[in-house]
């Protein structure tokens, strides 16, 4: 049986385990500015007219534009759930 995470080893390409890595980085980039107490959600992102990694990934998921996943989630008929806490 191989090493998990090695070459050899595929089981580490399941979708969730992407998932979950590619979230993990998203958040790492989010960790100063929830020090400093700003706002990260998706939906104050949305509104200033941010297209966050979040946004762009459902967009490429559900094959849509990623400015219409932002202006979605701005008016408050879609959401992304990306907690952080």
Avoid: C
Avoid at 17 to 44: C, D, P
Avoid at 66 to 74: G, T
Wanted: aromatic fraction near 8%; charge should be positive; hydrophobic fraction near 45%.
């Amino acid at each position: 049986m191989p090493a998990q995470g090695s070459a050899a080893d595929l089981s580490w390409r399941h979708p969730f385990f992407l998932w979950a890595v590619m979230r993990t980085s998203w958040i790492e980039k989010r960790r100063e500015a929830i020090g400093r107490g700003a706002n990260v959600t998706q939906l104050h992102y949305a509104r200033t007219g941010v297209i966050t990694e979040e946004m762009a990934y459902v967009a490429q998921r559900e094959n849509l534009p990623q400015s219409l996943v932002m202006e979605e989630v701005a008016r408050g008929r879609m959401i992304i759930p990306a907690n952080i806490h």
